[in-house]
């Protein structure tokens, strides 16, 4: 029972966890002022006692004069002086002057020597002369060390108060006491050998030496841990005091090293559950030795982890705040390496760890950093974020993240960086996955009835069959109600988190950065969203294209969330959407045809629900004025477009095989085609024909030249002209990623032909024509006469 009190009395480890931080630091504080205002006054009190005793040294004892050595002249002097001064006292009263003498003989602390250390009333010494007494005062030669007094408690006797005192040897007792201390420090600096400074590879061998002695240090405290993490637990935290390395030379690399080692070592040690603290009921009952060492294990594990995210936060904010600690062991420009280290480990246990303790700790500290000014920083936090929303199966942490960055943003009056929004793309939510999940739960199990396991089974079979049907249905129960039930209630408020926060900015700020993510994000999820907004979302996405505030991008993520909206639940709302189709048809001619490509993959997509996939909505003047210019533009654009844009019409062309008539040059019907018209159902496109074709199919691309062919052909499935398989089977948008031309190469590779050698090699005559060599042999055969050149007439004519 001893025992047993004696351990409650100790604070346990818990206990030390609740202490306050806040109360720590002041009790430190105030420990600190305590032994400083203590030091101060006793130096006050140092300074004060060497001053009065340097005061009284410098006072050096007057020797006194022999009246027998004065000559008789200055005797003679000396007795007139104090004759002319004194009072005349044949003048006085013999009363009063037999007073005065009475006096003289009773005030004795007039005539009392206070040099002397007797009592006031001690008798006066008989035959004691001048001489005698100046003799026994101490003399100090010029060799010996000035000494100073310091004045120590008096001793009281019978004989009165007794003061004692202790010499002191004075270094120097002519200056004041601040040059006295400045000396003495400077004496001390002084005395300590001076260090021999090392040359530059003699500090680099010093300095490899020291960081593989860290590291050999590091190894093996973290190989002991992960041989028994059980056991060895305390080690972690001895591994977590290297943080606080304080050698100049290596504490930046070895706190680096010691970062992503606890990193790893938690991914490993850590269990695949929450721990939760003890409570104490379970605290006083009595349990195993395996229990206690596992609950032990359990405590030291969550302690030393939230203090390691505490060492991770504060590195962190020393880069932010960046002030210079007292210690000054780590530069202000190694606080920017620190923290990219610690974000970094903070994303990882981020990512490895949503189901333990502290993790929405991690996520409050790495949502600000999306939006932080560094570029790296932020992109870090973002894949993380993307990352952790990938694998996210349930939904818990994809929701606890969700709820933080909309109180951020909201908190920000929607002034954030765009990739923080568009972090909202990667969960995973889908209808048909939610669906699925639905209908294999409702989905009720057929059991055999009583009548026939009796014709089937005998009576054991009939009751282990009754034991696992209901161990099956316990499980159905358990695992429904556990997971997807869970699942779909995480998923609703994840989903009405993100569109709170959409719909906000686009009430608030549509002129923000951040409407293109918004856009974006509405056409992945306007399936999803609830058929009573529709009609309003519809509105203000019109209203925004119409302002003309938007660049081209930004109003395809409008047209194609429009038709997003209207592809699912929208399809029994009666609403026309033909200003979206206008709205493209119009802008097709503004798709970038430089080489960033901006925009083509969206409007594939865009073309893909708005025409095919609405198929039965769509006339056929519509399909054939949209595969006109579809064409047109194709000739404008890089490869890849052309051919995403092409595939894009073979569908067309498929899905309204009308369309072929476009192949034909005779017009149909009445009126000409006009192609400066912004409505693609009066434009009148059946009168005209893709002559667009003939010119693509001498591209310099070889895709482009072998669908050009293809679409001239009518499109068909078989024979020659027929697509290959890797083509036909495609979409539009995965043609135009697979023959993307980013990396700055041509896909496909240009093939070399290589030229034969010619056997003859042509000279001279062979080639000109045979006429002209005829000709040029008949003048070169003739015989040139000869004639006198006489150049005097033209230099007459010439001076005249």
Same mark, same amino acid.
């Given at each position: 029972?001893?025992?047993?009190?004696?351990?409650?009395?100790?604070?346990?480890?818990?206990?030390?966890?609740?202490?306050?931080?806040?109360?720590?630091?002041?009790?430190?504080?105030?420990?600190?002022?305590?032994?400083?205002?203590?030091?101060?006054?006793?130096?006050?009190?140092?300074?004060?006692?060497?001053?009065?005793?340097?005061?009284?040294?410098?006072?050096?004892?007057?020797?006194?004069?022999?009246?027998?050595?004065?000559?008789?002249?200055?005797?003679?002097?000396?007795?007139?002086?104090?004759?002319?001064?004194?009072?005349?006292?044949?003048?006085?009263?013999?009363?009063?002057?037999?007073?005065?003498?009475?006096?003289?003989?009773?005030?004795?602390?007039?005539?009392?020597?206070?040099?002397?250390?007797?009592?006031?009333?001690?008798?006066?010494?008989?035959?004691?002369?001048?001489?005698?007494?100046?003799?026994?005062?101490?003399?100090?030669?010029?060799?010996?060390?000035?000494?100073?007094?310091?004045?120590?408690?008096?001793?009281?006797?019978?004989?009165?108060?007794?003061?004692?005192?202790?010499?002191?040897?004075?270094?120097?007792?002519?200056?004041?006491?601040?040059?006295?201390?400045?000396?003495?420090?400077?004496?001390?600096?002084?005395?300590?050998?001076?260090?021999?400074?090392?040359?530059?590879?003699?500090?680099?061998?010093?300095?490899?030496?020291?960081?593989?002695?860290?590291?050999?240090?590091?190894?093996?405290?973290?190989?002991?841990?992960?041989?028994?993490?059980?056991?060895?637990?305390?080690?972690?935290?001895?591994?977590?005091?290297?943080?606080?390395?304080?050698?100049?030379?290596?504490?930046?690399?070895?706190?680096?090293?010691?970062?992503?080692?606890? $990193?790893?070592?938690?991914?490993?040690?850590?269990?695949?559950?929450?721990?939760?603290?003890?409570?104490?009921?379970?605290?006083?009952?009595?349990?195993?030795?395996?229990?206690?060492?596992?609950?032990?294990?359990?405590?030291?594990?969550?302690?030393?982890?939230?203090?390691?995210?505490?060492?991770?936060?504060?590195?962190?904010?020393?880069?932010?705040?960046?002030?210079?600690?007292?210690?000054?062991?780590?530069?202000?420009?190694?606080?920017?390496?620190?923290?990219?280290?610690?974000?970094?480990?903070?994303?990882?246990?981020?990512?490895?760890?949503?189901?333990?303790?502290?993790?929405?700790?991690?996520?409050?500290?790495?949502?600000?950093? $999306?939006?932080?000014?560094?570029?790296?920083?932020?992109?870090?936090?973002?894949?993380?974020?993307?990352?952790?929303?990938?694998?996210?199966?349930?939904?818990?942490?994809?929701?606890?993240?969700?709820?933080?960055?909309?109180?951020?943003?909201?908190?920000?009056?929607?002034?954030?960086?765009?990739?923080?929004?568009?972090?909202?793309?990667?969960?995973?939510?889908?209808?048909?996955?939610?669906?699925?999940?639905?209908?294999?739960?409702?989905?009720?199990?057929?059991?055999m009835t009583f009548k026939e396991k009796r014709k089937t089974l005998s009576r054991m079979q009939r009751k282990?069959?009754?034991?696992?049907?209901?161990?099956?249905?316990?499980?159905?129960?358990?695992?429904?109600?556990?997971?997807?039930?869970?699942?779909?209630?995480?998923?609703?408020?994840?989903?009405?988190?993100?569109?709170?926060?959409?719909?906000?900015?686009?009430?608030?700020?549509?002129?923000?950065?951040?409407?293109?993510?918004?856009?974006?994000?509405?056409?992945?999820?306007?399936?999803?969203?609830?058929?009573?907004?529709?009609?309003?979302?519809?509105?203000?996405?019109?209203?925004?294209?119409?302002?003309?505030?938007?660049?081209?991008?930004?109003?395809?993520?409008?047209?194609?969330?429009?038709?997003?909206?209207?592809?699912?639940?929208?399809?029994?709302?009666?609403?026309?959407?033909?200003?979206?189709?206008?709205?493209?048809?119009?802008?097709?001619?503004?798709?970038?045809?430089?080489?960033?490509?901006?925009?083509?993959?969206?409007?594939?997509?865009?073309?893909?629900?708005?025409?095919?996939?609405?198929?039965?909505?769509?006339?056929?003047?519509?399909?054939?004025?949209?595969?006109?210019?579809?064409?047109?533009?194709?000739?404008?654009?890089?490869?890849?477009?052309?051919?995403?844009?092409?595939?894009?019409?073979?569908?067309?062309?498929?899905?309204?095989?009308?369309?072929?008539?476009?192949?034909?040059?005779?017009?149909?019907?009445?009126?000409?085609?006009?192609?400066?018209?912004?409505?693609?159902?009066?434009?009148?496109?059946?009168?005209?024909?893709?002559?667009?074709?003939?010119?693509?199919?001498?591209?310099?691309?070889?895709?482009?030249?072998?669908?050009?062919?293809?679409?001239?052909?009518?499109?068909?499935?078989?024979?020659?002209?027929?697509?290959?398989?890797?083509?036909?089977?495609?979409?539009?948008?995965?043609?135009?990623?697979?023959?993307?031309?980013?990396?700055?190469?041509?896909?496909?590779?240009?093939?070399?032909?290589?030229?034969?050698?010619?056997?003859?090699?042509?000279?001279?005559?062979?080639?000109?024509?045979?006429?002209?060599?005829?000709?040029?042999?008949?003048?070169?055969?003739?015989?040139?006469?000869?004639?006198?050149?006489?150049?005097?007439?033209?230099?007459?004519?010439?001076?005249?």
């Open positions: 029972m001893k025992a047993r009190r004696n351990k409650k009395q100790v604070p346990s480890f818990r206990k030390l966890l609740k202490t306050s931080k806040v109360k720590l630091e002041n009790k430190l504080k105030n420990k600190q002022f305590k032994q400083q205002s203590s030091l101060k006054k006793y130096r006050k009190e140092q300074r004060k006692l060497r001053q009065a005793v340097k005061d009284a040294v410098s006072k050096n004892p007057i020797p006194l004069e022999d009246p027998k050595k004065i000559p008789p002249v200055k005797r003679l002097e000396k007795e007139e002086e104090e004759e002319e001064e004194a009072l005349p006292l044949d003048m006085m009263d013999e009363d009063d002057l037999q007073l005065m003498k009475d006096l003289g003989q009773r005030v004795s602390f007039l005539t009392r020597d206070l040099s002397s250390s007797e009592p006031v009333h001690a008798k006066k010494r008989k035959h004691e002369r001048i001489i005698d007494k100046y003799e026994k005062i101490p003399r100090t030669l010029q060799t010996a060390p000035e000494k100073e007094l310091i004045h120590l408690l008096p001793i009281k006797d019978k004989s009165g108060i007794i003061p004692q005192t202790r010499e002191k040897l004075v270094v120097n007792s002519n200056k004041d006491e601040e040059d006295q201390e400045e000396e003495l420090e400077l004496e001390e600096e002084t005395i300590e050998e001076p260090i021999r400074e090392l040359t530059i590879e003699e500090h680099l061998f010093e300095r490899k030496k020291k960081l593989q002695e860290k590291k050999i240090h590091i190894a093996t405290l973290a190989s002991a841990i992960l041989s028994d993490p059980e056991s060895n637990i305390k080690k972690l935290k001895e591994l977590r005091s290297l943080l606080m390395e304080q050698d100049p030379d290596v504490a930046v690399t070895v706190r680096k090293l010691v970062i992503i080692s606890l $990193m790893e070592l938690f991914k490993d040690i850590t269990p695949s559950y929450k721990i939760r603290p003890l409570t104490e009921a379970e605290k006083s009952t009595k349990v195993r030795k395996e229990t206690q060492k596992l609950r032990e294990f359990e405590e030291g594990l969550v302690s030393q982890y939230k203090f390691y995210l505490e060492n991770l936060e504060q590195m962190v904010k020393d880069w932010k705040q960046r002030k210079l600690k007292k210690s000054n062991v780590v530069s202000l420009k190694a606080y920017r390496g620190l923290a990219q280290v610690a974000v970094k480990s903070l994303c990882e246990l981020l990512v490895a760890l949503p189901h333990f303790n502290f993790h929405n700790n991690i996520i409050v500290l790495i949502v600000p950093l $999306m939006n932080d000014v560094s570029k790296s920083i932020s992109e870090m936090c973002c894949e993380a974020v993307k990352k952790l929303f990938k694998q996210d199966k349930l939904g818990q942490a994809s929701l606890g993240v969700i709820k933080v960055i909309s109180g951020f943003v909201k908190g920000r009056n929607y002034e954030v960086r765009p990739e923080m929004l568009k972090t909202f793309l990667c969960l995973r939510i889908k209808e048909v996955e939610l669906k699925k999940d639905t209908e294999d739960i409702n989905k009720p199990k057929k059991f282990w069959k009754k034991a696992e049907e209901k161990l099956e249905r316990e499980l159905r129960e358990a695992e429904a109600s556990e997971s997807t039930e869970k699942k779909l209630k995480l998923h609703t408020e994840t989903l009405n988190i993100v569109f709170v926060t959409y719909f906000r900015i686009l009430k608030k700020a549509q002129r923000s950065p951040l409407l293109p993510a918004v856009l974006e994000g509405l056409a992945k999820f306007a399936h999803l969203i609830n058929v009573e907004f529709f009609d309003d979302l519809l509105v203000v996405l019109h209203t925004l294209i119409e302002s003309g505030d938007l660049s081209y991008q930004e109003s395809l993520h409008c047209v194609q969330t429009a038709f997003y909206i209207l592809s699912g639940q929208g399809d029994v709302l009666n609403i026309d959407p033909m200003k979206f189709y206008t709205h493209l048809y119009k802008t097709l001619f503004k798709l970038h045809a430089g080489a960033t490509n901006e925009g083509v993959e969206t409007l594939l997509q865009c073309l893909d629900v708005m025409l095919t996939k609405r198929r039965k909505q769509v006339s056929q003047q519509r399909a054939l004025a949209f595969i006109k210019r579809l064409c047109t533009v194709a000739l404008q654009v890089l490869p890849n477009s052309s051919i995403g844009l092409l595939a894009t019409t073979r569908t067309l062309m498929h899905t309204f095989p009308k369309t072929d008539l476009l192949l034909d040059s005779d017009s149909q019907g009445s009126g000409i085609f006009l192609p400066e018209l912004d409505e693609p159902e009066y434009c009148n496109a059946q009168n005209t024909a893709l002559w667009e074709l003939h010119a693509l199919r001498g591209h310099y691309h070889p895709i482009v030249q072998r669908f050009a062919a293809h679409l001239l052909a009518g499109a068909p499935s078989e024979g020659s002209e027929a697509l290959k398989p890797e083509l036909s089977r495609r979409s539009a948008v995965e043609l135009f990623e697979t023959y993307s031309m980013a990396a700055m190469t041509f896909n496909p590779p240009v093939e070399f032909s290589n030229s034969k050698r010619k056997d003859k090699v042509l000279q001279g005559e062979s080639f000109l024509n045979e006429d002209l060599n005829q000709l040029i042999r008949k003048h070169c055969n003739e015989v040139a006469t000869q004639s006198s050149l006489d150049f005097t007439k033209y230099l007459k004519t010439s001076l005249k």
